[in-house]
């Protein structure tokens, strides 16, 4: 039994009349008329009676119209349904960010994607990059921004890597700077009490390990923040922090020194599950957050596309 015969089935059962039905459908009448045998010679029993010129329903033809027409009805919008998710008129995006990026590049991406895909519902995750990691990996998120580790991302994702960014110090822009050249070394920070994020922050483990190579323990002003508190906890004057460039935008009490060479840099990689077919919506997401980052548009500086 095929659709397209119980389309044919219906449209002569509504007109009672094969060549009206044939010329609605824009088939021929003998197209028609096949298909109907065909469907009662599948189901073992005629399906109209056909009287002096009349077309009447018979018993299973009266039992089968209003299960064909409910089975039209559906198949109809199960394709409007898949029409609206492949043509971006409705669905979802799971994605996971950083709180730095969420902070940073996420709201300018999301923004242009909304503008370009109202209806599409945006969910975002933050969290450090080895717990988006392991949301990807259950299915939890569909695509993360996470900082690409040193050893490499789970066999299992694909990440691909689209900006690198270097770490500075942030301190209050009214009061003396951390130095008055144009860089500090890291070195320099030994005795200056630092506003460090909490255990599990990517950026955290990063600067301990800076600090170690460096020749020092760093001293705590305070600990346990998240972005947004150990920026305010910065403002407030109660140290300073090394914090990714990106999320000083739009921070004008706060200064921005680079650190000097080496220097230190992260790298920020797009990740999903590898060999997994992205929802339209989130691979059209993808699409606009790789383009946002290729035209290198809004990026400060200390940020490089790759």
Do not use: W
Request: proline fraction near 7%; charged fraction near 20%; hydrophobic fraction near 45%.
């Amino acid at each position: 039994m095929q659709l397209q015969q119980l389309r044919y089935f219906t449209a002569v059962a509504q007109s009672r009349h094969f060549t009206q039905a044939a010329e609605s459908l824009g088939v021929s009448q003998p197209t028609l008329s096949k298909q109907i045998h065909t469907l009662e010679d599948t189901l073992g029993a005629p399906l109209f009676e056909r009287i002096r010129g009349a077309v009447t329903l018979t018993e299973v033809g009266e039992a089968l119209l209003p299960l064909a027409l409910r089975i039209l009805a559906d198949a109809d919008a199960a394709r409007d349904a898949v029409a609206e998710i492949v043509g971006l008129r409705r669905g979802e995006v799971r994605l996971g960010a950083t709180p730095s990026l969420c902070s940073s590049l996420v709201p300018a991406v999301l923004r242009g994607f909304r503008a370009a895909h109202p209806d599409i519902t945006l969910h975002v995750t933050e969290g450090s990059s080895q717990d988006l990691s392991a949301d990807l990996l259950a299915h939890r998120l569909d695509l993360a921004l996470i900082v690409q580790p040193e050893q490499g991302v789970d066999p299992a994702l694909e990440a691909t890597e689209i900006l690198r960014e270097s770490i500075v110090v942030a301190s209050v822009s009214d009061r003396r700077p951390p130095t008055v050249d144009d860089q500090v070394a890291l070195a320099d920070l030994r005795d200056t009490p630092l506003v460090m994020f909490r255990p599990g922050y990517d950026i955290r483990d990063v600067t301990l390990q800076a600090c170690r190579r460096a020749g020092f323990t760093p001293r705590f002003a305070v600990e346990g923040g998240e972005m947004d508190a150990v920026l305010a906890f910065v403002e407030a004057g109660l140290g300073v922090a090394l914090v990714p460039s990106m999320v000083l935008v739009n921070r004008p009490l706060l200064r921005a020194t680079p650190l000097a060479p080496p220097g230190m840099r992260r790298t920020i990689a797009l990740a999903h599950r590898r060999r997994a077919v992205l929802p339209h919506a989130a691979a059209a997401l993808r699409t606009s957050l790789l383009e946002h980052i290729g035209t290198g548009g809004a990026l400060p500086l200390g940020v490089q596309a790759l």
